[in-house]
């Protein structure tokens, strides 16, 4: 696959970015720019490993990138993942379980939280810290570290928000002494006899994102979610009411009159552009959503520092498609050429939290129009921030540390997408 013109050819956004800001203020900023383009050189696609698809239930799910299972637990809780896929716990070598998790609460102590069935089905197997569901699939949801209700016994049919048991605190079960739940699902021979475990991706998307499959250590460590879990529980679609205001019960949502979106007369045409995403789903789920006339989405991996390309026209980047993304992150887009086209405003300004690694971290602000030292105030670790200009073709810069004349990033809004370098990983917590 060819590399696009993002990375590779001259005068693209990320290789002006260089040559504009040191034209624009001399040889002062040389080592700042530098700094902050550290590892953003010309990808070869090429180059780039494919991530393995554990099966072809994760190959072919990119259109079923909603929906899913919720968190086991109470409407409103709020959740973080702890250990992820492939931990020293989560592995080949722990009775074929490498897609399990471990979530605490982030909102009040985990221990003898109530835990709820996230599924219908059959309990399989209970014993004194876990059990096993069965759904119409028959795939065996592993819930473990909790102290079993009293009527819980094999054969029991439940279902989603139906109790079936508290967490443990430390002292009361082998938890490694964290209070939390572990979750996995498993292909399973009846009995309650598990096979291996599955990613949490498609039809099994958790609280309507999924945890794609790598062989990364503890991937996953650090995504948080906020549960919505209860009876009569539907999954999560465009049209669902947004439950994070709500712990207890949904309210109808208000009507909300049509947006006002007029095209600006000076509006680009073609070419790259970053583009916020402002609610959990996929690579593809994004790119249905923004329903433009796209060819392509690149989506930046902080982690390692590299991107990977989602054409929707190529099968070859059906394991991108079903990357997920969180509200708060951002992507670049591949507008085809002679089309003008803005993605649609997002939606009210909220709160959201996102995880930051060390170095160039692509996002979003997902509060209202703010100034940008306002806006990142209290980003830890923070060093400097870039937002490219589709409109004038060149980068904007801000840094606290910088002068004046070197900051012109001065204002966010809405939606706008943004790298942020910082300096140590952390959670940043955005503030409407």
């Not at 959740?79 to 070598?93: D, K, L, Q, R």
């Not at 498993?186 to 009995?191: A, K, M, S």
């Not at 549960?227 to 009569?232: K, L």
Request: hydrophobic share 40%; glycine share 8%.
């Amino acid at each position: 696959m060819a590399a696009p013109v993002l990375f590779s050819e001259p005068g693209s956004p990320l290789a002006g970015l260089y040559s504009q800001e040191k034209a624009r203020v001399g040889d002062d900023i040389e080592t700042m720019i530098r700094m902050a383009l550290t590892g953003w050189r010309a990808v070869s696609w090429a180059a780039i490993v494919l991530i393995a698809v554990a099966s072809p239930l994760v190959l072919f799910s990119t259109i079923r990138a909603e929906g899913g299972v919720p968190i086991p637990a109470p409407a409103g809780t709020t959740w973080s993942i702890i250990a992820g896929y492939n931990t020293a716990t989560h592995s080949e070598a722990d009775q074929q379980d490498p897609h399990a998790i471990d979530i605490v609460r982030t909102d009040a102590p985990t221990d003898w939280t109530p835990v709820l069935s996230p599924v219908d089905g059959e309990v399989t197997w209970s014993d004194n810290n876990g059990l096993t569901i069965q759904d119409s699939n028959g795939y065996a949801h592993l819930l473990v570290h909790l102290d079993p209700d009293d009527h819980i016994t094999r054969g029991l049919r439940v279902r989603v928000g139906d109790q079936v048991g508290l967490v443990f605190p430390v002292g009361y079960d082998a938890n490694g002494g964290v209070a939390h739940i572990h979750y996995a699902i498993h292909e399973t021979y009846g009995g309650g006899y598990l096979g291996r475990s599955r990613p949490f991706v498609g039809e099994y998307a958790i609280e309507g994102r999924e945890l794609h499959w790598s062989d990364d250590y503890n991937l996953h460590s650090g995504v948080e979610f906020t549960s919505t879990n209860s009876p009569n529980w539907t999954a999560p679609t465009d049209e669902s009411p947004d439950v994070d205001d709500d712990p207890v019960t949904v309210a109808e949502p208000e009507p909300e009159p049509e947006p006002i979106w007029t095209m600006p007369a000076d509006a680009p045409v073609g070419g790259w552009r970053t583009v916020g995403v402002s609610r959990d789903t996929s690579v593809a789920g994004l790119e249905k959503m923004l329903d433009g006339p796209l060819s392509a989405l690149v989506v930046h991996n902080a982690r390692d520092d590299s991107y990977e390309r989602f054409d929707p026209s190529d099968p070859g980047s059906a394991d991108v498609a079903v990357r997920s993304l969180q509200a708060g992150q951002a992507v670049w887009a591949l507008v085809d050429p002679f089309s003008a086209w803005l993605p649609a405003p997002p939606a009210a300004p909220r709160q959201v939290t996102i995880r930051l690694l060390a170095g160039a971290n692509l996002i979003s602000w997902q509060g209202p129009d703010r100034d940008v030292g306002a806006a990142l105030r209290n980003v830890a670790h923070f060093s400097r921030a870039y937002r490219y200009d589709p409109y004038t073709e060149r980068w904007q810069f801000w840094s606290p540390e910088a002068p004046d004349f070197v900051n012109t990033l001065e204002r966010l809004q809405s939606g706008d997408a943004l790298y942020i370098v910082v300096r140590v990983g952390s959670v940043w917590t955005q503030l409407p």
